[in-house]
């Protein structure tokens, strides 16, 4: 089922949960989230995430949590992307 996946949440469904015991992805998703953990950072934290990022997407970021804790400071910029390249053109 790997060689058969088209996107990460199908990569995450059939590696990631199967080597993790994740019941699904979005338990996986849930319990990794840097939202379980924001709120008790205790030094000043910048976390940057690109709102055209397509692998951490803009529903991803932990709006909220962020806003909570008077130590992060969340940069969202237009654009930015990942750390890697999905376009067709890389």
């Known amino acids: 089922m790997l ?3 088209r996107s990460i949440r199908d ?3 059939y590696a990631t ?3 993790g015991k994740f019941e699904t992805a979005d338990t ?14 205790a030094v000043p934290l910048l976390c940057v995430s690109a709102l ?5 997407t803009r529903e991803a970021i932990p709006w909220d949590e962020c806003r ?10 237009q654009h930015g992307g990942h750390h890697l390249d999905l376009s067709e053109n890389a």
């Open 68 to 77: 909570a804790n008077k130590n992060v400071v969340l940069a969202t910029p």
């Open 52 to 56: 055209d990022d397509p692998v951490c």
């Open 11 to 13: 990569f995450d469904t």
């Open 28 to 41: 996986y998703y849930r319990r990794c989230s840097s939202a379980s953990f924001i709120g008790n950072v």
């Open 3 to 5: 060689e058969k996946s």
């Open 17 to 19: 949960c199967l080597v």
